[in-house]
């Protein structure tokens, strides 16, 4: 079983910028495709991005495209978010998960997640 851990929430004005981690205890990380969701209060858990297994193909929900980066770096079993020019309502818990394919949004597509992050953006 993978175990992964998030870090680097926090809170933030609206405008600024986080960076995001999430570091994997299985080796090789390059084996699992990974993606980033987030949740916020009463609201389903929801697609933020996603990242092939060696980063070289990404895709973004159409409400952080343009500000979100998802990389990762597979010598460090760990991947990323980088977050700019944030709005309040990409406040939320923020997971990382492994996926045995590519490209999906739905939660039920991933198999291994983390407990999360807390983001929270004052307007």
């Known amino acids: 079983q993978v175990q992964l851990a998030e870090s680097g929430g926090g809170l933030v004005q609206a405008g600024g910028s986080l960076r995001l981690s999430c570091l994997a205890s299985?080796?090789?990380?390059?084996?699992?495709?990974m993606g980033w969701f987030r949740q916020a209060p009463g609201k389903e858990r929801e697609f933020v991005a996603a990242?092939?297994?060696?980063?070289?193909?990404?895709i973004y929900a159409d409400s952080v495209k343009g500000r979100f980066t998802i990389s990762r770096a597979n010598a460090k079993n760990t991947m990323y978010l980088q977050m700019e020019n944030l709005k309040a309502e990409d406040t939320g818990a923020y997971y990382c998960?492994?996926?045995?394919?590519?490209?999906?949004?739905?939660?039920?597509?991933?198999?291994?997640w983390g407990r999360g992050t807390q983001v929270t953006v004052s307007s």
């Open positions: 998960a492994t996926a045995r394919w590519y490209g999906r949004t739905s939660p039920g597509d991933y198999a291994d």
């Open positions: 299985i080796r090789p990380l390059r084996n699992y495709h």
């Open positions: 990242i092939n297994w060696n980063g070289d193909s990404t």
